[in-house]
């Protein structure tokens, strides 16, 4: 159990150049695709705000 716990400290300190780097080689070498984690992450960075504010107000109808 400790090497999970050594494996969470070493991703959560990730910059996000590296996230993106470990993405790559999930994809290329393993075939792996990060699908909701990369959306979530995107979209906060690139004002995905008003895209959720957007999806809420389209539910509340």
């Known amino acids: 159990m400790a ?4 494996l969470a400290e070493q991703l959560v300190g ?3 150049k590296e996230v993106q780097e ?3 080689v ?3 070498d393993y075939g792996i695709e990060p699908a909701a ?4 992450v995107a979209g906060g960075a690139a004002g995905g705000g008003a895209a ?3 999806k ?3 539910q509340s109808f």
């Open 3 to 6: 090497d999970i716990k050594s």
């Open 14 to 16: 990730l910059t996000v």
């Open 22 to 24: 470990l993405a790559d």
């Open 26 to 28: 999930l994809k290329a």
């Open 37 to 40: 984690a990369a959306v979530v």
């Open 52 to 54: 959720a504010e957007e």
């Open 56 to 58: 809420h107000h389209s």
